[in-house]
T-cell receptor
């Protein structure tokens, strides 16, 4: 049983560029969550999917952020026109349902120069 | 809204010392409570959980009891090891909130031989 995987693990980009991250959840997990973690802080919820449906978005998710989960399998998180304040670790987690344990991936560390 | 407050770190202990990391929460209804651990260079891992009042979660020698009267979920271990050095996060999952987790800011633990 493979865990949650994320790609890339590290990304360095220049301000104003677009970036896209991918998350592959544990097979057959219906729920997929995205969180953001800045240095010295706990993860903060961004958005979640039930299968392919995006059911909630945090107010932290500005218009420059978009997430998809086509076919209810992997998910992508895109940030357009990146800003230095977007520098953070982006974490993905999956669970069988909303009432079961979430399993986290290793994260994608983004640095915006 | 719901929130989690942890004692600030870093916490430095000698091997075999007793550990307590305080965690209090604010939530409506009956949240589930969690402790996650993040070892250096690794992703978040579930350490233990409790889903109702007076439940005790335990794993790897760590324990935490869900105290609704004091809205607390303090993490304890009787004898820490160098390998316990990590960042510990307290989290809650509220009722009817889609399963998203709300995390505290994390407490860094360093255990010296």
């Amino acid at each position: 049983d493979t865990g949650v995987s994320q790609d890339p693990r590290h990304k360095i980009t220049k301000r104003g560029q677009n970036v896209t991250f991918r998350c592959d959840p544990i097979s057959e997990h219906n729920r997929l969550y995205w969180y953001r973690q800045t240095l010295g802080q706990g993860p903060e919820f961004l958005t979640y999917f039930q299968n392919e449906a995006q059911l909630e978005k945090s107010r932290l998710l500005s218009d420059r952020f978009s997430a998809e989960r086509p076919k209810g399998s992997f998910s992508t998180l895109e940030i357009q026109r990146t800003e230095q304040g977007d520098s953070a670790m982006y974490l993905c987690a999956s669970s069988p349902s909303g009432f079961e344990t979430q399993y986290f991936g290793p994260g994608t560390r983004l640095l915006v120069l | 809204g719901d929130s989690v407050t942890q004692m600030e770190g870093p916490v430095t202990l000698s091997e075999e010392a007793f550990l307590t990391i305080n965690c209090t929460y604010t939530a409506t209804g009956y949240p589930s409570l969690f402790w996650y651990v993040q070892y250096p260079g690794e992703g978040l891992q579930l350490l233990l959980k409790a889903t109702k009042a007076d439940d005790k979660g335990s794993n790897k020698g760590f324990e935490a009891t869900y105290r609704k009267e004091t809205t607390s979920f303090h993490l304890e271990k009787g004898s820490v090891q160098v390998s316990d050095s990590a960042v510990y996060f307290c989290a809650l999952r509220g009722d009817n909130q889609g399963g998203k987790l709300i995390f505290g800011q994390g407490t860094e633990l360093s255990v010296k031989p």
